[in-house]
């Protein structure tokens, strides 16, 4: 990487991103130590490499090898610095990226590295920036999970996320594996069942999971939407929240899944909650109610 080639030029960034390559540089082996060195440098440094492999003798079968280890080395590097390149737009201006431990930037690092495709490499770096704003955010056996995690089971996780209510905290809400509404929208038993075994959620299809010692009146929300819940009770209500929970895995992973609501789906959960005796209305539909915020939300019980 040459000062004017690199993807990473620190004069241009704010001081959380500055902050976060000098700690990536520092943790991993000064992997964008180079920013400053000049094109004319590096041909210089690559040159008297070259001139010094000549006058050694090795075998065509070295050849080959030497070659192909400075083309995967590429490749690893290439991975290495996309994904950070696309993390910097992704951290805020409160990221404490000083405050991630090193070991957990270089395992990072050692599991990203083989990562080139784009899709993958965007949740990757949407971790990193995740874990630049919120140090702690994700351990390191979600780190060594998504190194096994294959696109075609993000997508599916990601599908499932399109269903998650914040319940004072993430919560998928599926009641009925044969609606339409989990069907046409990619979700099925088969599915669920699936993310079950890969460790991602806890899927009970007989008998559901519920939450108790709920107040007579919360705030649930799906996406930006708030809705007010009444229960029956004043106080020790129970709410079923469906056959799926999230595994401590699915819940680090669906913080940086940002999949669109499914239209029709917030009605949905208003019918069913209805017919378990829970009065459910949307905030923003409510006459002479007073606005609510995000924080107004149960809080976990």
């Given at each position: 990487m040459s000062g004017e080639n690199s993807i990473i030029n620190l004069g241009d960034l704010s001081k959380p991103a500055n902050t976060l390559i000098e700690k990536i540089s520092e943790a991993t082996g000064a992997i964008f130590k180079p920013w400053q060195i000049?094109?004319?440098?590096?041909?210089?440094?690559?040159?008297?490499?070259?001139?010094?492999?000549?006058?050694?003798?090795?075998?065509?079968?070295?050849?080959?090898?030497?070659?192909?280890?400075?083309?995967?080395?590429?490749?690893?590097?290439?991975?290495?610095?996309?994904?950070?390149?696309?993390?910097?737009?992704?951290?805020?201006?409160?990221?404490?990226?000083?405050?991630?431990?090193?070991?957990?930037?270089?395992?990072?690092?050692?599991?990203?590295?083989?990562?080139?495709?784009?899709e993958m490499q965007s949740i990757w770096s949407r971790i990193l920036a995740g874990e630049a704003n919120i140090p702690g955010s994700f351990s390191k056996r979600?780190?060594?999970?998504?190194?096994?995690?294959?696109?075609?089971?993000?997508?599916?996780?990601?599908?499932?996320?399109?269903?998650?209510?914040?319940?004072?905290?993430?919560q998928p809400l599926i009641y009925d594996t044969d609606s339409k509404i989990y069907t046409n929208n990619g979700i099925n038993f088969s599915i669920l069942k699936h993310l079950d075994t890969i460790g991602l959620i806890s899927f009970e299809s007989l008998t559901g999971f519920v939450r108790r010692g709920l107040p007579q009146k919360i705030i649930i929300a799906y996406g930006n939407d708030l809705f007010n819940l009444k229960f029956p009770k004043e106080n020790d209500n129970e709410m079923g929240i469906g056959k799926v929970l999230l595994t401590t895995l699915g819940r680090e992973i669906a913080n940086i899944c940002s999949p669109e609501n499914i239209d029709g789906f917030d009605q949905y959960i208003i019918d069913e909650l209805k017919k378990i005796g829970i009065e459910a209305n949307n905030v923003k539909n409510q006459v002479g109610t007073s606005p609510a915020t995000p924080s107004d939300i149960v809080k976990t019980v």
């Open positions: 000049k094109r004319v440098a590096k041909a210089e440094a690559i040159a008297e490499k070259i001139q010094a492999l000549s006058k050694i003798e090795i075998s065509e079968f070295e050849q080959r090898a030497l070659q192909r280890f400075m083309h995967e080395e590429s490749r690893k590097q290439r991975n290495i610095e996309s994904i950070t390149a696309q993390s910097i737009p992704q951290l805020n201006s409160e990221a404490k990226p000083e405050k991630i431990e090193d070991d957990w930037l270089t395992n990072f690092f050692d599991k990203c590295r083989l990562v080139s495709d784009e979600t780190v060594n999970f998504m190194e096994s995690l294959d696109k075609q089971d993000a997508q599916l996780f990601t599908k499932l996320c399109a269903f998650n209510w914040n319940i004072g905290g993430v």
